[in-house]
T-cell receptor
Framework: DAGVTQSPTHLIKTRGQHVTLRCSPISGHKSVSWYQQVLGQGPQFIFQYYEKEERGRGNFPDRFSARQFPNYSSELNVNALLLGDSALYLC?????????????FGEGSRLTVL | GQQLNQSPQSMFIQEGEDVSMNCTSS?????WLWYKQEPGEGPVLLIALYKAGELTSNGRLTAQFGITRKDSFLNISASIPSDVGIYFCAGQLGSGGGADGLTFGKGTHLIIQP
């Protein structure tokens, strides 16, 4: 079975632009979470979605938004990009929302903001 | 927000040696997890702990959930070259509600000298 897939793998944007990152969870997994990993740090929780509804949100500004589709795939959107948004954005899935600690991560989308 | 203090930051060891790393928090967590991340990959779950005092093994890996709920350690016995990577502890406040996501430490970078 395919693991969590993310696209694009790498992208470069300039300050003020907008970016959309995409994630497909493991087949049968209904919950998708997004994490931001700045170089040299551990991942930081951004959002969790289950059955198309937002179930959790980390301490990120409103420039960050996400949604989940009926097929359980998800998009993370970031508006008005800042230099500090440069990071690896990780998507993770798990089967149900109540087992959210045991996550299966994708390889990430590396965003560079110039 | 919650912070996890993970130590050591990095370890340089010889193949065959045992490894020990730990994680402490000022806050109580109801779930402790240990993940490993290799270059270009997302984190992979190694061990999940759900009860204070719990000691769990996964092959050469052993982890414990501290009695106070504020700490956890991970031991690796007889290290081998493929153990190289960054090890992250992660804690979750809720018992599976998902609203809080995972809080990650900054990681322990394990380097093995042949």
């Amino acid at each position: 079975d395919a693991g969590v897939t993310q696209s694009p793998t790498h992208l470069i944007k300039t300050r003020g632009q907008h970016v959309t990152l995409r994630c497909s969870p493991i087949s049968g997994h209904k919950s998708v979470s997004w994490y931001q990993q700045v170089l040299g740090q551990g991942p930081q929780f951004i959002f969790q979605y289950y059955e198309k509804e937002e179930r959790g949100r980390g301490n990120f500004p409103d420039r960050f938004s996400a949604r989940q589709f009926p097929n359980y795939s998800s998009e993370l959107n970031v508006n008005a990009l800042l230099l500090g948004d440069s990071a690896l954005y990780l998507c993770a899935s798990n089967r149900e929302w109540w087992n959210t600690g045991e996550l299966f991560f994708g390889e990430g989308s590396r965003l560079t903001v110039l | 927000g919650q912070q996890l203090n993970q130590s050591p930051q990095s370890m340089f060891i010889q193949e065959g040696e045992d490894v020990s790393m730990n994680c402490t928090s000022s806050s109580i967590f109801n779930t402790w997890l240990w993940y490993k991340q290799e270059p270009g990959e997302g984190p992979v779950l190694l061990i999940a702990l759900y009860k204070a005092g719990e000691l769990t093994s996964n092959g050469r890996l052993t982890a414990q959930f501290g009695i106070t709920r504020k700490d956890s350690f991970l031991n690796i016995s007889a290290s081998i070259p493929s153990d190289v990577g960054i090890y992250f502890c992660a804690g979750q406040l809720g018992s599976g509600g998902g609203a809080d996501g995972l809080t990650f430490g900054k990681g322990t970078h394990l380097i093995i000298q042949p």
